[in-house]
């Protein structure tokens, strides 16, 4: 379905970002926060009243509904499940004490991988293993997501996952401990990683069915159309995020990045993120045009390919103007102690 956004304006402190894109909506939006609540309960990935509240505030399941509209029922519950978990071991890495330790953030991806790489999806481990809920968790999400895909859909899956944990942990957390704040070109790079955007875009054939073979999804006009939309997704998140990513000192934000190292003002630096976030997207349509020109006889695999892309770009552009997760800087931020799970990748020591 499509209609215009509820409270669809930007902030008057974000410039507007170009998106060409309609809003969409998944039908099945409200089922799957009903779904969501419940499995973030069952599965002890959020216990406390106020981890709760934050995170019913992000409205995950609204999230997924935006970036996948055409899913059926079971998918869409799932993507909003993949997301929860994505955020919340994003939050446990970039707010809590777990990314600035390294021997927890190694313990933590190898635990990942074991279930990623088992033949079972990770069951026997849950079952024989007392395992953090974020590490059980994933083994419930891995074998609803990769029991019927291709496998080498899995690998390229499991690739982008392990790029994800390990980028966020071993070079963001790296900076952290050390005080290191990146250069614009480095971190464009490992942004796409840290974001989680491959694995989120990978996602996208699950959805919809698709297998897109390897050659395919190597090739050079594949590629340029797929980067250029994931670092508008991730340049997008961090405008939004700017602030409450500064409030907790992170310097991880392509914003606060611009006003670093070209000697900027907040003001001017979002504006102009916000003018290289719009450049990028009309490189992606370009980007998207040779694709489609340099394989003609793929038109009907990469059609609902790029809609997927589109509608990330659109539903996260969406879904970060009206989340409570990024709340304004007029309102008080919400300490770490509040809302991270201390035991949600293993207690903290």
């Not at 033949?119 to 293993?129: E, H, I, K, N, Q």
């Not at 069915?209 to 006009?221: A, F, G, Q, T």
């Not at 490189?283 to 790029?306: D, K, N, V």
């Amino acid at each position: 379905m499509t209609t215009t956004p509820p409270d669809g304006t930007a902030p008057a402190a974000v410039p507007e970002i170009l998106c060409p894109f309609p809003y969409r909506v998944n039908p099945y939006v409200d089922q799957a926060r009903t779904h969501l609540a419940e499995w973030v309960r069952s599965t002890g990935l959020v216990t406390r009243d106020s981890a709760r509240k934050r995170f019913d505030q992000a409205d995950f399941g609204w999230f997924a509904a935006l970036v996948y509209p055409t899913a059926g029922r079971r998918h869409v519950e799932l993507m909003a499940d993949w997301f929860a978990w994505l955020f919340l071991v994003d939050d446990q890495l970039d707010d809590g004490s777990a990314g600035r330790s390294a021997e927890r953030m190694e313990q933590m991806v190898d635990g990942m991988r074991a279930v990623l790489e088992a033949p079972d999806f990770g069951a026997s481990l849950v079952r024989t293993t007392t395992l953090p809920p974020a590490v059980a968790s994933l083994a419930d999400l891995w074998r609803r997501t990769a029991t019927d895909a291709p496998a080498h859909w899995r690998r390229r899956f499991i690739q982008h996952l392990e790029d994800c944990l390990l980028t966020a942990t071993v070079w963001e957390g790296g900076n952290r401990i050390r005080g290191i704040v990146p250069d614009e070109a480095t971190y464009i790079e490992n942004r796409r990683h840290t974001g989680a955007i491959y694995v989120c875009m990978d996602l996208i054939d699950i959805v919809e069915h698709l297998d897109v073979p390897e050659e395919l999804y190597d090739s050079p006009e594949f590629t340029a159309a797929l980067n250029a939309a994931c670092n508008v997704v991730c340049w997008t998140n961090d405008v939004y995020s700017l602030d409450k990513e500064r409030s907790l000192g992170e310097v991880h934000n392509l914003a606060y990045l611009a006003e670093y190292h070209r000697g900027l003002d907040r003001e001017t630096a979002l504006a102009q993120v916000c003018a290289e976030t719009s450049a990028e997207t009309e490189h992606f349509l370009t980007a998207e045009e040779s694709l489609l020109a340099a394989r003609p006889g793929r038109t009907a695999l990469l059609a609902p390919y790029l809609s997927g892309m589109r509608t990330w770009i659109r539903g996260n552009l969406d879904w970060s103007r009206r989340t409570k997760r990024y709340q304004t800087a007029t309102e008080p931020q919400a300490l770490p102690a509040e809302y991270i799970e201390r035991t949600l990748i293993g207690a903290d020591r």
